[in-house]
């Protein structure tokens, strides 16, 4: 975390308005736009990038992705540009916590991985890349959506660490930490083996 310059009452109006922004629901949003259906009706009744490609619609889930990624980003990156260092942090995190307990839809969201990392590319662009290298390595092995997003999320605070970002350690690992909590259930099935992958396309 970097050192706290920003006052108190300030950092509390910035987490209110970046918890606000990363509450939006682009999930619930474009699946009822593109009329794909109510997502909690559909796979695992998740909002994020993951269950609305199960819809059959990659153009959904891709729109998904980038918004709720872009939402966490943009959240982080004014508050930089407008106050500093510690208010990016802090907006980061609020925005995160808005999408895994958005106030809009009775704060059930989603599992946060990709506003995790649109806010590590955002805060630190070299740590953002490794995270999705680990992510798109992990899954093209695997075809595990949880486990590549569970080992990408993981290593963010080593790839922080190693990479000089160590201000930025303390939030990652928060965050990670929050991640796991939200892939409980995928976690038992990969340990159960009974997690579904994602079919590779037919040659």
């Not at 593109?34 to 990659?58: F, H, P, Q, Y």
């Not at 070299?126 to 290298?133: F, K, R, S």
């Not at 995928?186 to 079919?199: D, V």
Request: positive net charge.
């Amino acid at each position: 975390m970097p050192e706290l310059m920003t006052p108190l009452w300030l950092l509390g109006l910035v987490g209110l308005v970046a918890y606000a922004l990363g509450s939006i629901p682009f999930g619930v949003l474009i699946a009822r736009v593109m009329g794909l259906g109510n997502l909690r009706d559909i796979g695992s009744g998740n909002i994020g990038a993951t269950n609305v490609m199960r819809t059959g619609n990659k153009l959904a889930g891709g729109l998904t992705f980038l918004l709720d990624a872009a939402k966490g980003g943009i959240a982080a990156l004014i508050a930089w540009w407008t106050i500093g260092a510690d208010a990016a942090q802090v907006a980061a995190l609020a925005a995160f916590l808005g999408h895994l307990y958005p106030v809009y839809i009775g704060f059930r969201g989603g599992k946060g991985v990709a506003t995790f990392i649109g806010v590590t590319l955002a805060l630190a662009w070299p740590v953002g890349l490794a995270t999705c290298a680990a992510w798109l390595v992990t899954f093209k092995l695997s075809r595990y959506s949880s486990l590549s997003a569970l080992v990408a999320c993981g290593f963010s605070s080593i790839f922080a660490a190693l990479l000089g970002y160590m201000s930025l350690v303390g939030l990652l690992v928060a965050m990670k930490l929050l991640v796991f909590y939200t892939h409980r259930d995928n976690i038992r099935r990969l340990l159960a083996r009974t997690e579904p992958r994602f079919k590779k396309k037919p040659r």
